[in-house]
Nanobody
């Protein structure tokens, strides 16, 4: 089994900061791309940021320059440092990882359970 466990969500004031973490565990051979998605009420889930196992990031335009993504491959953990939070940022944030469970097999997409980010004064 593979699990992705997120932490770090919560309530923050406009302009504030939060750091989201997501740790993968279980039967894992390697992890390719890891990323963060978000889904606000009534909207589709959208990519926030992703990062390859070599450290190459990719960002949605809405968070470029505000929310750097990073990962610790030894800890199988991906981070999203969110700053200058805006009224349009509140959503449930989901971690995603493309995980290879054994040598020579294709990767499978796994999701975390989601963590709520709320921006309010």
């Amino acid at each position: 089994q593979v699990q992705l466990v997120e932490s770090g969500g919560g309530l923050v004031q406009p302009g504030g900061s939060l750091r989201l973490s997501c740790a993968a565990s279980g039967n894992i051979f390697s992890i390719n791309v890891m990323g963060w998605y978000r889904q606000a009420p009534g909207k589709e889930r959208e990519l926030v940021a992703s990062i390859t196992n070599g450290g190459l990031p990719n960002y949605a335009d809405s968070v470029k320059g505000r929310c750097p993504i990073s990962r610790d491959n030894a800890k199988k953990t991906v981070y999203l440092q969110m700053s200058s939070l805006k009224p349009e940022d509140p959503a449930v944030y989901y971690c995603n990882a493309q995980i290879v469970r054994s040598w020579g097999t294709m990767s499978t997409s796994y999701w975390g359970q989601g963590t709520q980010v709320t921006v309010s004064s």
